[in-house]
């Protein structure tokens, strides 16, 4: 049983000086890892022996045991509560994710006859990790280096192959003209951009979203791409699930 239960289903044993401890150890508990139970009486004007009979009530072998257990939980709440910005931004992320678009993409992922990538910079990170991915799964995709390897693909595609663009900022040129050729050859196109009304969302028959912060040094873009990395995993990860499973 855990803490607030032992306290929930003992606490109507207690009188009302035991109450007033307990509250002063709630509202203390910060401290308690550096405090006696003798100063914790001395500063409630009673005996030590009142600490140890409270906590025994409360369904604990004595202080130490309640003072432990208090310090775990408490710990363990703040954990919970403390949520880094990389947290919010995938939590945001997946919150973006439109299940009726996932399904589809999965569906032209399945039947697809290639797919190709288009992401240049750190962009790349989350391309390849699909492309990688779905090589493994024996799907025929590719990503490219060279803008103008990339644009002589593009051309060549058909209505039966997919394009991945990935881009920050959504107005990248090499993804966007690679987009806008593959577009033209009757690809179905599909992006996942940083959260924002941009010019690669809105040429793309398919759109996913990511929770990004730019950030750029000297110039060079250097913004968190773990959310792109999270939506190429959930994609992978529920294309498994729904045909290869």
């Not at 239960?5 to 509250?23: A, C, H």
């Amino acid at each position: 049983m855990n803490f607030f239960d032992l306290i929930k289903q003992n606490r109507s044993t207690l009188n009302s000086n035991e109450e007033e401890l307990l509250s002063y150890l709630f509202e203390h508990k910060a401290d308690l890892k550096q405090m006696t139970v003798r100063q914790i009486a001395e500063a409630n004007f009673t005996a030590p022996n009142s600490i140890i009979r409270l906590c025994k009530k409360l369904g604990f072998s004595g202080f130490l045991e309640f003072r432990e257990s208090l310090y775990l939980t408490s710990s363990q709440q703040k954990a919970l509560m403390e949520m880094t910005a990389l947290d919010e931004q995938i939590i945001k992320t997946k919150q973006l994710i439109n299940q009726d678009v996932l399904n589809i993409v999965l569906e032209k992922i399945h039947s697809a006859n290639q797919i190709l990538f288009f992401s240049v910079g750190l962009s790349r990170i989350a391309a390849e990790d699909l492309h990688q991915r779905l090589r493994i799964v024996g799907k025929n995709t590719h990503t490219f280096i060279d803008p103008h390897v990339m644009k002589h693909n593009a051309k060549m595609l058909t209505s039966d192959d997919l394009v991945f663009a990935i881009s920050v900022s959504g107005s990248t040129d090499t993804a966007l003209h690679a987009t806008t050729i593959a577009k033209a050859a009757g690809a179905t196109t599909v992006s996942i951009t940083g959260f924002s009304s941009n010019p690669l969302s809105k040429l793309t028959d398919y759109q996913f979203y990511g929770m990004t912060s730019e950030l750029y040094i000297d110039g060079v873009d250097v913004s968190e791409r773990l959310s792109f990395t999270y939506l190429t995993n959930y994609i992978f990860t529920e294309y498994v699930q729904k045909y290869l499973l």
